[in-house]
């Protein structure tokens, strides 16, 4: 488990639209295994220590309210 505090910006956990540019303001589902279950709908500007640097996933209904979207990693 990281136990990094990290930007959701820059976590490989968050899944956005395939269209969203990636900024504070975006919003994207949080697909860390643990934290799938709560369908947890973060901005870019959001952050945890289940951190895990990388880019961004991308599906459609990422940043629906309740997202939509399937974990897609
Ligand atoms: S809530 Fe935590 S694990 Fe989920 S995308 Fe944001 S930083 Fe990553």
Not at 35 to 58: D, E, H, I, T, W
């Amino acid at each position: 488990m990281g136990e990094q505090w990290g930007f959701c910006k820059r976590c490989q956990w968050w899944q956005i639209e395939p269209s969203a540019k990636i900024g504070d303001a975006t919003m994207g589902l949080c697909i860390d295994e643990n934290l799938q279950p709560y369908r947890l709908l973060v901005s870019g500007n959001s952050g945890c220590n289940r951190f895990m640097k990388g880019p961004p996933a991308q599906a459609e209904g990422s940043s629906s309210h309740p997202p939509t979207a399937s974990p897609s990693r």
